[in-house]
Nanobody, 118 residues
Framework: QVQLVESGGGLVQAGGSLRLSCAAS????????MGWYRQAPGKQRELVAA???????NYADSVKGRFTISRDNAENTVYLQLNSLKPEDTAVYYC????????????WGQGTQVTVSS
């Protein structure tokens, strides 16, 4: 059994910052890529940022320069630092990870709400 548990969402004013965390637990042999997605009301889920096991990152154009993804491989945890937040960043943020348990599979967290007020 593998679980991803997110934390760190909340309500913040425009220009503010938040830090999201996502910890993977269970019978984990290894973790490949980890990432953050978001889904705003009435919109499709979209990739925000991703990071490989070696630390290579990529970002959606809309968050480049404002968000930073990082991971702690020893703790099986991925982070997303959100700076200079805008109202359009309001969404449910989901953690995703490619994890080798018995076979490699994709896992999702339960989601954490980020609300940015103008």
């Amino acid at each position: 059994q593998v679980q991803l548990v997110e934390s760190g969402g909340g309500l913040v004013q425009a220009g503010g910052s938040l830090r999201l965390s996502c910890a993977a637990s269970g019978s984990i042999r290894s973790i490949n890529a980890m990432g953050w997605y978001r889904q705003a009301p009435g919109k499709q889920r979209e990739l925000v940022a991703a990071i490989t096991s070696g630390g290579t990152t990529n970002y959606a154009d809309s968050v480049k320069g404002r968000f930073t993804i990082s991971r702690d491989n020893a703790e099986n945890t991925v982070y997303l630092q959100l700076n200079s937040l805008k109202p359009e960043d309001t969404a449910v943020y989901y953690c995703n990870a490619e994890i080798r348990h018995i076979v490699i599979a994709n896992y999702w967290g339960q989601g954490t709400q980020v609300t940015v007020s103008s």
